[in-house]
């Protein structure tokens, strides 16, 4: 399984394409099977605010996602469960990339009277 960037929608600018992560099959089961912690992430320790980001909580799973499947691959076995392993690699990289679509200017439409 290959997974990369490739949501249709045009890059930020600034921000790399997400290289491509192949997982094995044990990988890609550890994956599915805990899919749950990235939206225990998303709960506890991000907050979703389009309006000023302009990332909605879709675009933020997909990260979420991608990270996981990072977990998996990077994955040794050796130092804690997996579950607990993969919650702190979601929860560091969607915290990284909030930080770096926040430093990003954004523009933001003036209220017409």
């Not at 040794?76 to 926040?102: E, H, M, P, Q, W």
């Amino acid at each position: 399984m290959a997974l990369g960037n490739h949501s249709g929608r045009p890059h930020r600018k600034g921000f790399e394409m997400h290289k491509d992560i192949v997982l094995n099959e044990a990988q890609r089961a550890l994956v599915e099977h805990h899919l749950s912690v990235v939206d225990f992430v998303l709960m506890d320790h991000i907050t979703v605010n389009g309006q000023i980001t302009g990332l909605g909580r879709d675009e933020l799973y997909q990260e979420g996602c991608v990270w996981l499947c990072r977990a998996a691959a990077t994955y040794d076995g050796c130092s804690a469960s997996f579950g607990t392993y993969a919650r702190k690699v979601v929860r560091n990289g969607l915290l990284s990339y909030c930080r770096k679509i926040s430093r990003q200017p954004v523009a933001l439409p003036l209220a017409s009277d």
